[in-house]
Nanobody, 128 residues
Framework: QVQVVETGGGSVQTGASLRLSCALS????????VGWFRQAPGKEREFVAA????????FYADSVKGRFTFSRDDAKKTVYLQMNNLKPEDTAVYYC?????????????????????WGQGTQVTVSS
């Protein structure tokens, strides 16, 4: 059984930084991708960042490119989303998700529908 648990959310001011963590249990060596998504009130869930697990390549939404960084610690089976220069529009519940079914192209890796296992989410609130 695979479990995904996010931590690290909080309330910060504009321009501050936060680091989200996502602890993964189970056979992480068989994963194809891990993604970060977010959902703001009244909006659809949107792609934030992802990593092709076997090769380590990363992908970012244009809205966070240059501010957010996806990293991993294999020994801890944990991935991180370092978020710098946060803006009020980054306010959302952030979710981590894992794909175990198939390798994803650059388009699919940005789609929430291809991920198999999801965490419960962690709230990030950025005030101006």
């Amino acid at each position: 059984q695979v479990q995904v648990v996010e931590t690290g959310g909080g309330s910060v001011q504009t321009g501050a930084s936060l680091r989200l963590s996502c602890a993964l249990s189970g056979r992480t060596y068989t994963m194809f991708a891990v993604g970060w998504f977010r959902q703001a009130p009244g909006k659809e869930r949107e792609f934030v960042a992802a990593m092709r697990w076997q090769v380590g390549s990363t992908f970012y939404a244009d809205s966070v490119k240059g501010r957010f960084t996806f990293s991993r610690d294999d020994a801890k089976k944990t991935v991180y989303l370092q978020m710098n220069n946060l803006k009020p529009e980054d306010t959302a519940v952030y979710y981590c998700a894992a794909d175990y079914r198939r390798a994803l192209n650059e388009g699919d890796i940005r789609s929430s529908g291809v991920y198999d296992f999801w965490g419960q989410g962690t709230q990030v609130t950025v005030s101006s």
